[in-house]
Nanobody, 117 residues
Framework: QVQLVESGGGLVQPGGSLRLSCAASGFTFGDYTMSWYRQAPGKERELVATIASFGSLTNYADSVKGRFTISRDNAKNTGYLQMNSLKPEDTAVYYC??????????WGQGTQVTVSS
């Protein structure tokens, strides 16, 4: 079964850190670009970060540059999002997505991140 499963979300205080994981199964994870998106209540889903298939190229939203790091371990079929210096405005449901080009997009179910004191 082709799927992505996120984990690692939770409640953290401002200034804290979390690491999200995205476990892939049912396809060759290392062949495709992976991205993290987030959606806050009442807002549209937005792109947070993207990493190319072999990890050589990354891209970040301006709002997270210098605080978040996207990475992947293709041998483990897993992608990551390290989030440091978290702010209340980072509160959202975080989703990973893989673009399999002509085979279509795969989305995970999402993991909640809440930044609050």
């Amino acid at each position: 079964q082709v799927q992505l499963v996120e984990s690692g979300g939770g409640l953290v205080q401002p200034g804290g850190s979390l690491r999200l994981s995205c476990a892939a199964s049912g396809f060759t994870f290392g062949d495709y670009t992976m991205s993290w998106y987030r959606q806050a209540p009442g807002k549209e889903r937005e792109l947070v970060a993207t990493i190319a298939s072999f990890g050589s190229l990354t891209n970040y939203a301006d709002s997270v540059k210098g605080r978040f790091t996207i990475s992947r371990d293709n041998a483990k079929n897993t992608g990551y999002l390290q989030m440091n210096s978290l702010k209340p405005e980072d509160t959202a449901v975080y989703y990973c997505r893989v673009n399999r080009r002509y085979l279509g997009l795969i989305w995970g179910q999402g993991t909640q991140v809440t930044v609050s004191s």
